[in-house]
């Protein structure tokens, strides 16, 4: 179990140091209640500390974007709440950092029950989509019902129709009796399906409170049209190779000139190596430079 501190303790050690409802933690002396330690939901101990602590200003720091005059502010105020649990989780300045959080609930504390009875836009939405499924809900349950007295009352009715006609007909009774189970089938109301609730309205923006996308603007800019110029046209290179010029592709092949070289294997044809063209290479490289100086 954890506490305020961020230490564990598990719960026999909790029961025997907090017998009497309070005590200090045994590592770091800070004075504690027994009420006060939960389940750790964390493997790090000082996650939950974090946690909880974020948990805790939040309540009170409950400003939305709205409430700020321009954008800046709004992220000068989330700096100060991030300063804030990074001192209470650290350790650091302890007492100065709960002043200035006192202080704040003291000069803030309208806004602040204001913020606490006002839902925001998120919360509204997700009221919006429960009400509309318990809406959902309570109608398909009365169709249901409706559909299930009519299937009731046809099957009675198509039960008494069979029975009047098996005693004054004087044709086959498993003829009759499938004829009736045909019709029976088809006046048996199908149960409608059930409807899909609202899409959810696309985020607009982030946790911090900051718009996504464009500002202002919608969908991507247009691709600007560059200036076409003329066609591409392919000139083949020539090469001074001061030798005698080597044979062609076909040439290699025809001559035998990869009689005696090993093919190659499949793994080295997926990868695109070839005998023939190595041994073109070969020779290439043989010739060039026999006829320099």
Do not use: W
């Not at 007492?95 to 836009?121: F, P």
């Not at 083949?236 to 010029?245: I, L, N, S, Y």
């Amino acid at each position: 179990m954890v506490n305020v501190c961020g230490h564990t303790l598990c719960e026999s050690c909790v029961e025997l140091l907090f017998l009497k409802g309070s005590g200090s933690c045994p590592e770091c002396n800070v004075a504690l209640r027994r009420s006060n330690f939960r389940v750790q939901l964390f493997e790090d101990s000082n996650v939950d500390k974090e946690v909880q602590i974020r948990k805790r200003i939040l309540k009170d720091f409950n400003k939305k974007e709205d409430d700020f005059a321009s954008l800046d502010e709004y992220n000068d105020y989330l700096e100060t709440i991030e300063e804030l649990v990074f001192n209470l989780c650290n350790n650091i300045d302890i007492i100065n950092t709960n002043k200035r959080i006192e202080q704040y609930k003291r000069d803030n504390r309208d806004v602040i029950m204001k913020n606490k009875s006002k839902l925001s836009k998120d919360e509204l939405e997700l009221e919006q989509i429960v009400e509309y499924e318990k809406e959902q809900f309570e109608q398909r349950r009365k169709e249901l019902a409706m559909i299930e007295a009519e299937n009731r009352k046809q099957k009675t009715k198509n039960k008494e129709e069979l029975i009047d006609s098996l005693m004054a007909s004087y044709e086959d009774a498993s003829a009759i009796v499938d004829k009736f189970t045909q019709k029976a089938e088809q006046s048996q109301i199908q149960l409608p399906k059930p409807v899909a609730p609202p899409p959810a309205a696309k985020q607009t923006h982030f946790s911090s409170g900051i718009a996504t996308g464009f500002q202002g603007q919608h969908g991507f800019l247009a691709v600007p049209k560059l200036e076409e110029g003329p066609l591409f046209t392919y000139e083949a290179q020539g090469f001074e190779t001061d030798g005698p010029a080597p044979p062609s592709l076909e040439e290699v092949i025809e001559s035998g000139y990869i009689r005696h070289i090993r093919l190659e294997n499949l793994a080295e044809k997926a990868g695109g190596f070839q005998t023939n063209i190595s041994c073109l290479r070969a020779i290439q490289e043989a010739l060039a430079g026999l006829y320099h100086g």
